[in-house]
């Protein structure tokens, strides 16, 4: 389980310093994908870095990254994790910074020895009050 909360927060303090190729170097060759952004989501290459450098060239800085309530289960050379993130950044162009706390459930297989991202769900909870806003005040 060591390995695998070591990928995940090395995944995590790469992102933060804008190593994209640091970043993916934790992904298989191939990864599902349901991020924050734009589209709906669906099979990836977990090495491309054309995504993920246009997505920070949104920001100021790369943003803040924090992984929270890391759960862990693992069985043979398949693992979940789950955890509550936070990401916090100043869009580009801005003054005002944001820190959003949402959801994330990450699939990982052991490929030739090493622990690897293949599958990475994230979500925002929504308003169920009718206005079906997301709900970007939550705090754990």
């Given at each position: 389980m060591h390995e695998i909360r070591d990928v995940i927060l090395a995944r995590a303090e790469r992102l933060q310093a804008g190593d994209v190729a640091g970043f993916q170097r934790h992904n298989a060759p191939e990864v599902v994908e349901y991020t924050l952004a734009p589209q709906l989501g669906g099979p990836a290459d977990g090495h491309d870095p054309k995504p993920t450098e246009e997505w920070l060239t949104g920001f100021e800085a790369p943003p803040r990254y924090e992984v929270t309530r890391l759960e862990i289960t693992a069985d043979g050379d398949?693992?979940?994790?789950?955890?509550?993130?936070?990401?916090?950044?100043?869009?580009?162009?801005?003054?005002?910074?944001?820190?959003?706390?949402?959801?994330?459930?990450?699939?990982?297989?052991?490929?030739?020895?090493?622990?690897?991202?293949?599958?990475?769900?994230?979500?925002?909870?929504?308003?169920?009050?009718?206005?079906?806003?997301?709900?970007?005040?939550?705090?754990?």
């Open positions: 398949v693992a979940f994790a789950t955890s509550i993130d936070s990401m916090s950044a100043t869009p580009k162009g801005s003054d005002e910074s944001f820190t959003l706390w949402y959801r994330v459930t990450r699939g990982l297989r052991r490929i030739d020895g090493r622990w690897l991202v293949v599958h990475e769900h994230q979500s925002v909870p929504f308003l169920m009050d009718g206005s079906f806003q997301a709900a970007l005040d939550l705090e754990p």
